[in-house]
């Protein structure tokens, strides 16, 4: 009884608080890695961890996989947290993008290093100019958004290692904003411009160009007058123009690229001032291409001898990628083509990996595929994926590829064979002819 009146009469001892024995800078590694949400909550656990999170060194404030985020969540963290903000990213609503300039202006002061800015409309919204005040910026990534003219004084983004912009709009001479926005981020290795509007005369030229770039990715339904200075570093491209513009030529816009290790391109639209024919020579050899994915089709004349000028082009090429955006009759018209590329010996002499997706087993599909198989000396794997609608059986099909006679000896050819209810792989094993 004594016993027990002691138990009850002793306070309960506290369980030791490991966490608070870790070094700071461990600590701060833990909180730093947490949710936004479950770093402000650990101030529940004691009175020491109240303002713990307040102490971090830097805080990141993601907020772009919480759609309908309260802006008034944003402003707490703020106001409460007097430390760097290391990354921002967030999804503006009708409410909150009321709400950036403040933001964009307290982030500059608290040394931002990365913005990701969407929009949850599908207008746009308008952008302050206190985005430049963010001189430390090493990413930003903005959407659907009007960006403001530059501020008298601007001394741009001297650390941006990557810009994106999607959807986004220039006002008047927008197109020499962005390129003094190029010229003065040096350290930029990384851009992608999408879908971008430009208002003024598109007659007027301007530079995309950096000493240190190294990925360029630019889907836009014209040119905007833009030139391609030397990339001395550009190693990864991806063009998609549904509509080339520029006097110059397509073939003199693509050889700009001709450095490059890895190249994506669009050719299922015909520029118009290409005469129907997208590319009929390049004035460069890419010789550095080890990997082409190209969106194109076999429907016409243009769009195969675009890919053969770029195969013929590419002698060291490794791994080929076709996107067949258009299953329709053949066209015809290609026949010299395909045969004044047979006798030439360096055709996909490198080529080791092929696939190609959306076929329709049409006549000009087949020839191609052919051509590969009878002149890649070295490919190890073709990958076939059908169309919804072929123009034959996929048991025709197959039988037809089997008399296909292949240059490599390891070469084998598998294709995805459209069932009603689910996909069948064949595999096709290598035969010696």
Not at 158 to 178: I, M, Q, T
Not at 382 to 390: A, E, N, S
Request: glycine letters at 6%; one cysteine or more.
């Amino acid at each position: 009884m004594v016993a027990s009146s002691r138990r009850r009469g002793r306070p309960t001892e506290l369980a030791p608080d490991l966490l608070t024995s870790l070094p700071a800078h461990l600590l701060d590694c833990i909180l730093t890695r947490l949710d936004l949400r479950d770093t402000v909550r650990t101030s529940a656990l004691s009175r020491a961890w109240r303002r713990r999170w307040e102490a971090l060194p830097y805080l990141p404030l993601s907020f772009v996989d919480k759609r309908g985020t309260a802006p008034v969540a944003v402003d707490h963290v703020l106001v409460r947290y007097p430390g760097h903000i290391s990354d921002f990213s967030f999804v503006l609503g009708a409410h909150s993008v009321t709400r950036i300039a403040d933001w964009l202006i307290a982030l500059s002061n608290r040394g931002v290093k990365s913005i990701n800015l969407q929009y949850s409309s599908s207008s746009s919204f308008n952008l302050h100019s206190s985005v430049f005040l963010c001189t430390q910026l090493v990413y930003l990534e903005l959407h659907q958004c009007r960006i403001p003219p530059l501020p008298v004084g601007f001394t741009g983004f001297p650390v941006l290692e990557e810009l994106k912009l999607y959807c986004a709009g220039f006002r008047e001479n927008g197109a020499s904003h962005l390129e003094a926005i190029l010229g003065a981020s040096p350290l930029l290795n990384f851009l992608k411009l999408y879908a971008l509007g430009m208002r003024g005369d598109r007659s007027n030229k301007w530079v995309i160009g950096g000493p240190n770039l190294r990925s360029l990715a630019i889907t836009c339904v014209s040119d905007y007058g833009w030139r391609i200075t030397d990339l001395p570093c550009l190693d990864e491209v991806s063009i998609d123009l549904g509509n080339y513009e520029s006097s110059g030529g397509f073939e003199g816009f693509i050889a700009r690229f001709a450095q490059v290790r890895k190249l994506i391109l669009h050719t299922r639209e015909l520029p118009p001032l290409t005469n129907g024919n997208l590319m009929k020579t390049l004035p460069s050899t890419f010789n550095n291409l080890k990997s082409l994915k190209l969106w194109t089709h076999f429907g016409g004349r243009p769009a195969i001898l675009s890919t053969f000028c770029l195969l013929t082009n590419a002698p060291n090429l490794e791994e080929l990628e076709i996107k067949i955006d258009r299953a329709e009759v053949d066209e015809g018209g290609a026949n010299n083509e395909y045969q004044n590329t047979q006798l030439t010996d360096t055709f996909c002499a490198n080529l080791q990996v092929v696939k190609i997706d959306g076929i329709g087993w049409l006549r000009n599909e087949m020839r191609f595929i052919e051509l590969v198989l009878s002149k890649a000396i070295v490919l190890l794997t073709m990958h076939l994926r059908l169309d919804r609608i072929g123009s034959m059986s996929n048991e025709d099909a197959l039988c037809e590829l089997m008399t296909y006679r292949r240059a490599s000896p390891h070469a084998q050819v598998f294709f995805s064979g459209k069932e009603p209810l689910n996909f069948t792989r064949l595999s096709i094993p290598c035969i010696s002819f």
